[in-house]
């Protein structure tokens, strides 16, 4: 049986049975293959099936990339102009991401393209690019197939079975999506940070073997596809970075502050669990499989949206998901100026909260979750801070700084700005060393103070407030202060964490061990999740649970290799289990990663240690071989 690329495109055999007709015709009824091949080839016929190879066949192995828009025809039929337009700056994307990961168009036609790459690897990455920067097209959604195999050189041009599989991969490929064939996967193997959904044994037109096929997910996800999280007992809900479609990247902050406002609201109601911003935001400029979402966070519904910016409107769209099912509960448009920018967000909140949670649509309803900022400038730079202090540079930390202080400088009564800029101080210090410690903490307790004095109900400032206070050594008045922000909104995460390490560290590790899991759980992919692990570890050792703490260190360090907390504490539980050689073998490590944190800690104590239970990891680092 003969397939063929006919000017860039695979046709049928109907199609193909038609325009050989017309090539023997104007070459002459030779009945030689081969002969119909190489002047076919002028013709724009390219055979890719079953064809005689002639002496002296030149064949490669190669990565063949197939990417073509779903539903272009219909397209074409509703809006030719606009459409075409639209293409065009797609192409000039998926070409330059070809070219960037060494890849060669060798067909192309209308919307569709075929190229190949020297690896899977390359031709992988290439599609997961082209994915990812094509994800705020609403209208062209292009799918893409990947398969290696042996193929036929002509020329520029490549035959064989290979580029067939590859064509007929992506036609099984989602809008947006990847499909690759098994040998592309099992030549990826972990080398790759994605995901892998398999879609079982697929039987496509033209190729007598069954293909082995695979759904492929965003850049950032992990290696292995993870296990499903239960569902909570309640309405549960992610908010997804919205898209920016104003045209302006420095807009993008804007859009980032919208959902962040959503998720603060929506944290306010106790009958919802709500997935923390930080977790939400690891999607950010991913091609987003809403269904992978929910199994990756453990939630029911995932709000999706965009914001559209344009002088003083703004239009933001939000739509309403069922994650397992993929169906579509609400979805509504909001057009505003400006000002009104918090009643829109109020609006949203509402809306959501009345469709993923009917139970609570007769409940009093929490309008006024925030004291309103009077100045949208002071909004706007502390979302600019915001924006800066997620990227965790020091450069950047440095500029959030700056956009909190202006925002404070704008409007003193905007609570918000002396936490972030409090966070930014902490961060200087004890992250990239651009701060002394001690001044940093005497000036970010001046500011937190500063915002639960302005702001008693903000949640965040009083969980900062307790940390601090916990630093301090001041358990009681740590625990005050985090209890308060949880009543006041009992799905912040970083407030179940600070609820957690004071609990561990004031003789209450099991009760401890809990609220840091409810963190963790809120919040899966919070960078700062470290600290809930070496907390985890403590709770563990400190209740005498010596083998636990050593599994749970383990996975901490697992995580987060160089934090050489952990080691101190798991070289603590291997000599409490007697595990002498191993405790010594770690306990030197915890030395050398940090000597300044290890004196600090162990030959000193800081003030959120009792006497009591820095004595007891004393007592475990001697039997492990520590010599004061």
Known sequence: MLAAVWSGRIVSESTLSTRINAARSAIGDSGEKQRLLRT????????????REAEGTVRKLAAIFAADVEGYSRLMGEDEVGTLRRLTGCRAILDERIAAYRGRIFGSAGDSVVADFASAVDAVQCAVAVQEALAGEERLRFRIGVHVSDVIVQGENLFGDGVNIA???????????????????????TKLPVTFTDLGEQQVKNIAQPIRAYRIGGASATAVTA??????????????????????????YFADGIVEEIITALSHYPSLFVIARNSSFTYKGR???VKQVGRELGVRYALEGSVRKAGNRVRVTAQLVEAEAGNHVWAERYDRDLPDIFALQDEITQAVTIAVAPAIAGAEQRRAMRKPRESLDAWAAYQRGL???GKVTADDNALAQKFFQQAIDLDPSFVGSYTGLAYAYRRAAGVFGTQNLADAEDLAEALVRRAVALDPDDAEARTYFGKQLMRRGDFAGALAEIEAALAISPNLADAHGALGGVLTRSG?????????????????????????????TISYYLACEYDAAVEAAQHGIRTYPNHSN???????????????????????????????????????????????????????????????
């Open 167 to 189: 064509a007929r991969l992506e036609a099984l490929a989602e809008p947006g999506g990847i499909c690759i064939s098994g040998t592309v996967r099992d030549q990826i193997g």
């Open 508 to 536: 209450h590790p099991k009760e401890g061990r809990i609220a840091l899991e409810k963190c963790i759980r809120l919040d899966p992919h919070n960078p700062n999740n470290h600290l809930q692990l070496l907390d985890i």
């Open 40 to 51: 076919a080839h002028g013709k724009g016929i390219r055979f890719v099936g079953a064809v």
């Open 227 to 252: 296990p499903a999280l239960p569902l909570p007992d309640k309405p549960s809900i992610a908010v997804l970075p919205f898209q920016n479609l104003s045209g302006d990247p420095e807009q993008e």
């Open 287 to 289: 091609a987003v499989d």
């Open 387 to 389: 924006w800066h202090f």
């Open 566 to 628: 952990q080691y101190r504490w798991l070289a603590a539980a291997l000599g409490q289990t007697g595990r002498i050689k191993e405790a010594k073998e770690v306990l030197d490590k915890a030395i050398a990663i940090a000597p300044a944190a290890f004196d600090m800690f162990v030959r000193r104590r800081v003030p959120w240690h009792r006497p009591e239970d820095h004595a007891h990891m004393v007592e475990g680092l001697r039997k492990a071989g520590w010599e004061d």
